[in-house]
């Protein structure tokens, strides 16, 4: 059992787990650029979640695997945070180091119909930058406020098109080595892939074929697009779409036939523009939004007989 810490000292504040692993000195030697006992609902888009024990945003892809590395080395457990969406943040918040890819991998490279992003390039983006391009097969990509890391490892899709239909490969790190892996080696399915398997697997960058198209049409088109997505969805924080589409249905729609649009526990609440969209109405918890979860997925088998699947990632600790 290790000796007790000081009132109000750093390492207070973390798990003992940790520091039976590596002193604080040592994790601050580790990760310089760190930020240590950093609360993710900042991180998230559903404005939830405990704190993560370290938490890294890499500015390359050698500082990721460097860092990556160096966890593992020390026996630390490593979790991959994108742009925060389609992901549930437990309260208790995340052990070992949590690596942050939104707004720090943002590289785009453009070689005739050939694209090459970094993980951490938000999928609008690149459907905006393609378009500008000249290039057709993102256009979809504007409607998942996600990056391109996950949207490989969840197949992302909308409006009728998945990533799995423009992929052509991704850099992975896994094995303390990085691998290209073929779309085909994948495992892409419907908001799947082989990567919810191996968690320690990072996503690093991500390769795509594109058809040439006209600019201004290609614009047109994520423009109505982002209307289309607008008009429907609510303006308060939430993870995106909470269930998977059942077979032959639309979940936003059967959670509205059982009569559940509207409720509510604690501080998450089921939004009455979209069913689908569980909304964080201020000061909501994971416990919260686990319940309501639970009780649509209870009520909806009940009322309809219809088993929903959950869509969102849920990460971290009670």
């Known amino acids: ?16 787990s940790i520091f039976s692993l590596v002193h604080l000195d040592t994790l601050h030697a580790l990760f310089p650029t760190a930020k240590f006992d950093e609360p993710l609902r900042r991180y998230t888009a559903w404005k939830i979640g405990g704190p993560a024990d370290i ?8 500082e990721l695997i460097d860092a990556a590395r160096k966890a593992r ?14 992901v549930l943040v437990r309260d208790g918040g995340i052990r070992g180091l949590v690596i942050r890819l939104a707004k720090a991998l943002t590289n785009v490279e453009v070689t005739g119909n050939r694209v090459v992003a970094d993980a951490g390039v938000l999928y609008p983006v690149l459907a905006n930058t393609t378009a500008a391009r000249g290039l057709a097969g993102l256009e979809f990509a504007t409607g998942i406020p996600g990056t391109v890391g996950g949207a490989v490892f969840m197949n992302a899709g909308a409006y009728g098109s998945e990533t799995v239909e423009v992929l052509d490969w991704a850099d992975v790190f896994r094995g303390g080595e990085v691998d290209r892996v073929p779309n085909a080696q994948l495992g892409l399915s419907y908001r799947r892939s082989v990567l919810h398997e191996h968690p320690d697997w990072v996503v690093l960058r991500a390769g795509y074929t594109l058809a040439p198209g006209d600019p201004e ?6 423009k109505g697009f982002r209307k289309q997505r607008m008009g429907g969805s ?21 959670i509205e ?4 649009k509207g409720t509510r526990v604690g ?12 909304v964080n109405l201020g000061g909501g918890t994971a416990e ?7 009780l649509v997925k209870t009520t909806v088998r009940e009322r309809l007989g219809i088993d929903l699947e959950p869509e969102v990632r849920v990460v971290g600790e009670p």
């Open 1 to 16: 059992m290790p000796e007790p810490r000081p009132p109000g000292s750093l390492q207070n504040l973390l798990p003992y």
């Open 234 to 254: 609510p303006n308060k924080p939430s993870c995106g779409s909470t269930f998977k589409r059942p077979p032959g249905d639309f979940p936003g729609r059967v």
């Open 217 to 222: 049409e290609l614009k047109a088109r994520i």
């Open 288 to 294: 919260d939004a686990l319940e309501l979860i639970r």
């Open 73 to 86: 080395e020390h026996g630390l457990p490593v979790t991959v945070l994108g742009g925060g969406t389609n």
């Open 257 to 260: 036939a059982a009569g559940l």
């Open 55 to 62: 938490l890294l945003e890499p500015r390359s892809v050698e």
């Open 267 to 278: 501080n998450v609440e089921v939004s009455p523009v979209h069913a689908n969209y569980f």
